[in-house]
Every structure is written in structure tokens, then in C-alpha cells.
């Protein structure tokens, strides 16, 4: 079965590393304000040396990113790590972590999206372990805290067994508000939330192991040795999958070409539905639209395919566990999410 880390409780110490880009300029101002606000939560914060570093889009060179990543793992004083954000070249240090050493550690939690996926869904494959894709450490950064930052770390404190449930936003951003070193602004919640449904039903169930992330860097692992995905399917079948993404920067014939390529590899064996997030940095080409993209690609599964979820770039977000069980109900827009701990 799956590894579940110990529950994160208040008074743990969170580390925080950059295992893809760092953190410079003015929004290192808001990582010092998230870094207060989780400390006046009742955390420690550890923070490794390159996390306000940045050369060349990442903030070391590959092997260093991955030893400070490993070192966090590794200490066993702390009990999530949670990188500011992601970026772009998270998938360079992967050749550098020792996985038979990962895996022979007791699993933490590690929480956050984007490039960070690239992350979490090899340790989730690779150690058996669940993982959170959910906010970054400078999500913890708004003045105030969104009340689905909070929830990321109650989920992050339930014992193994526990289930949780959330549901869809009521709104969502378009845009950020700017940051100064003073000034931390909140999610700027304008856009009505609506899950829609692939082929306009109005009401749909799933159920299955969670697993997926970012789209963008995610279909960079196809043929690698870090994606085992037909290994993680044959241990998991009974349950069944459901596979969710989101993306930044992927027009609809990239979202089109990328889950064609998944599906011909065996990805989606088992799935039993999808969820899309709010695509960030989207443009349709031509008469080619993101409906068209999932229409082409998946709709032969016969499976629920769920979009414009909670997921990702546009916050706020859900928090989704890597190897959970769990299941999906949408009805008239609104989404319920419960996954458990199993």
C-alpha cells in the first residue's frame, strides 16, 4: 500500500528548498512574509542555502538542488517540506537523488504544483509514497492567508486512515495584485467558478488512486526511468485512477499532442476519469479549442472528464494526495472531493 508520512503538527519545523527556481527581487519580500505567517501559525522554518539564489532559471546547479532536497529528507526534524514555487528545470536534479536511500527514509510530506510535480509524481511512483499537490510556500505569503492555503496543512496533519473533503471555490483569480516589499496582497478573487463536464452531463461520479500534476513538465518524463506509470497501474488496478492536470503555457493542440502521447503509453490503463484545472497562459489555435483537446484525446475512453477544476496556476486551489483513494462528485458547477488516507 501506500506510504503515508506522519501527521504534520503544530510546532513541527517546514523546510523549505528550491528544487527548481528561486527566489530574488521583490518577491523574496513575500517569502520573508509567508515564512512570518507560518511561523505565527506555530511552525519552525528551516530554509536551505540556494532557496534566494537564481542562475540560468534555477537556483543551483542540478546536483547541489538535489542535496539540499536530500538533506531536508533526510532530517528527521523535519516533518513537510514545502518549496516557494516551482519553474522550470526541476527535472535536471532528478538523476542526482539517491531513490534507494529516499526510499529507505521514513516518507514526509512534501506539498506544492507547477514544476514541483515533476517531484512529487517521481517520489509517489518511485518510493510508494503520497505526496501533496497543493499550494507553494508563497501561497502561505497573502495577507490574509486563503482559507484553502490553511487547509493544506489540516490535510497535511490527518492520520493515516482519516479522510477529508472539499469542495469547489466560489471564485477564483485571473490576476495578481502587485507585491511590494510592503504590501502582500491576497488572492484577487474575480471569475465565477464553474466545473464543467466533457459533453455537457450535469452530473457525474468517480472514484480511484489519485495521481497527476502539472501537464507541462509531467509529459517530459515519458520513456524516462523516473515515470514507472504501468508499474504504479499494476499495483493499483482494483482501485482504478483518476488522473488530474493542470497547465501553464500549453495551447490546446499542445494539450491535444501531450495526452495522446500519455494514452499511447499505457498512462491512462485503469483511469477512471479526469480532472483539468484552469489552464494558465491558454490560447486556443485556429478553430482548435481546449474542448476540442479532450475531446480528441480522451473521449474514445468513455470515462467523466471534468475541467476548469480548482487546480493550479489560477487560484485557489485544492490540495490533491499522490496515491490516495478518492472520489469525485460533480453536479450544476460544483465539485465535492473526498479522498482518504488508504
Known sequence: MIRYPEPLKVGDTIGITAPSSGVTGVISYRLDNAIKQLQELGYKIVETDSVRRQNKLTSAPPNIRAKEFTSLYLDRDVKAIIPPWGGEFLMSMLSYLDFQKLKEAEPKWILGFSDTSTLLFTLTLNLNIATAHGPNALDFGGTPIHYSVLDSLKILSLENGQNFQQRSMDKYQKEWLEVTKNTFPPYNLTEKVEWKVLGNEKEIKMGGRFIGGNLDVIC?????????????????????????????????????????????????????????????GYSDVADFTLVDALKYSLSDLDIPVVYDVDIGHMPPQLTLINGAYGEVAVKNGEGLVKQTLK
Not at 248 to 270: A, H, P, V
Open 220 to 280: 517530459k518524463l515519458i520513456g524516462t526511468p523516473f515515470a514507472p506509470v504501468r508499474k504504479f497501474i499494476d499495483k493499483y488496478k482494483s482501485d482504478g485512477f483518476i488522473w488530474y492536470f493542470e497547465s501553464c503555457e500549453m495551447n490546446s493542440t499542445d494539450i491535444y499532442r501531450t495526452l495522446w502521447q500519455m494514452k499511447q503509453n499505457g498512462w491512462f490503463e485503469g483511469c477512471n476519469g479526469f480532472l483539468f484545472g484552469r489552464p494558465e
